[in-house]
């Protein structure tokens, strides 16, 4: 076995190593969040060990279906690698972030590494719209030297969120963090890295050597330390990973017997006596400026001593008002829908709704019930 089959196998390995740790950070029983950002980072890595492997096997390259698949999937997704080990850091430091939809911004330059498989496209596009297209030979010498120069980018997108990892590292300077010393040697794997890849790229995008490069080492001296740095992210990562910090529940205090005895008679006078109910704009902000209550102290009376929402409570009353509505229909022949409106309702639906919720029937069920109850006219 030459130095080139053993390092091609160890290219492999890297991506097997890869892709199981990265399903073990996933479905392990802790299932936090560090654990699912550092998944989905190593897997990014591991496909760029796939992609190496691919396109150094002849079975694929020689193969024209393969071969085409390879350049149309996309398997080096390098640019998001630097916002998800940045987040890494935070999320293991500090239990409560959350990635937030502003923040998902981090990870559009990923569009970068899928040009070659946009140009790919694009040329094939034109060539069946019989627009003129470059010759074959020229296009794929336009996507090689996209490749070289796109790294330039990714090995700069890294560099800066290692920069930002170490900076909030220092900022928090939490040593008493059981994760702390994980995340420096986190940052300090990143940063070798970095220095190879450095190293390596300098006379790589150089047009003059970028073929004797390739020519000489391949991408052995970049690929080789990054299967070292994926098996050292799985392991030590997963026997580091935090136990996301189970949810607490926020517990509410009952309200007092004294707030009870002082909220509860204005509650029901402003209903019972001055009928707020009947204002279908009625809301706890009016509420609250009619009884002289603060807000939040209607809200816990109604939640915690009377187990009713706001609505509920302002509901029930208009449901009742409805009821006695039903008492003049023969004599002012009102509709229910005109009924549910008078009683302070301004919606058909929350009217159904919560009449139904207050009575278990409908409103036109419980019309027909009383009005069987009522004695019959005698005949004239």
């Known amino acids: 076995m030459t130095f080139a089959e053993f390092f091609h196998i160890l290219i492999l390995l890297g991506f ?11 479905f392990s029983k802790k299932r936090s969040r ?29 193969n024209p279906i393969l071969n085409l698949l390879g350049n149309l999937i996309p398997l080096v997704i390098i640019m998001p690698v630097g916002p998800l080990l940045y987040f890494y ?80 590292l220092a900022e928090v300077s939490t040593e008493k963090n059981p994760h702390y010393q994980w995340m420096r040697q986190f940052i300090r794997l990143f940063l070798v890295f970095q220095i190879i890849w450095f190293i390596y790229l300098v006379p790589y995008v150089i047009p003059s050597l970028t073929d004797k490069v390739l020519n000489t080492v391949d991408w052995y001296p970049v690929y080789i330390p990054l299967v070292v740095l994926i098996y050292c992210l799985g392991i030590k990562g997963y026997l580091m990973a935090p136990e996301e910090a189970p949810a607490t529940r926020k517990v509410v205090t009952p309200p007092s017997v004294r707030l009870v005895e002082e909220a509860e008679p204005l509650l029901k006078k402003a209903m019972e006596q001055d009928h707020l109910y009947l ?4 809301n706890l902000a009016m509420l609250s400026k009619h009884t002289g209550l603060p807000q939040k102290t209607i809200s816990l009376v109604l939640n915690q001593h009377l187990q009713k929402s706001f609505n509920e409570f302002v509901n029930g009353y208009r449901v009742e008002a409805f009821k006695q509505n039903i008492r003049q229909l023969q004599q002012d022949n009102m509709t229910i829908l005109a009924m549910a409106f008078d009683a302070g309702f301004n919606s058909q639906a929350t009217f159904q709704r919560a009449f139904r919720n207050h009575t278990g029937m409908s409103p036109r069920e419980y019309m027909n019930r009383y009005l069987e109850k009522q004695p019959k006219p005698e005949n004239e």
């Open 279 to 282: 204002d279908p704009e009625l």
């Open 34 to 62: 560090p654990n699912r950002l550092l998944g989905t980072l190593i897997l990014f890595i591991a496909l760029a060990c796939l992609n190496l492997y691919l396109f150094e096997s002849p079975w694929f390259t020689n």
């Open 89 to 168: 850091v935070k999320s293991t430091i500090d239990p409560s972030f959350r990635i937030t939809r502003k923040q998902g911004i981090h990870f559009l330059p990923a569009i970068i590494d899928c040009g070659p498989q946009l140009s790919i496209v694009i040329y094939f596009t034109g060539a069946l719209l019989d627009f003129s297209v470059p010759a074959p030979t020229s296009w794929g010498r336009f996507i090689d030297d996209y490749n070289v120069y796109a790294d330039i980018p990714r090995w700069g997108s890294i560099t800066v969120y290692l920069w930002l990892s170490a900076r909030y």
């Open 16 to 26: 097997l190593q890869g892709a199981i740790m990265s399903m073990l950070l996933f």
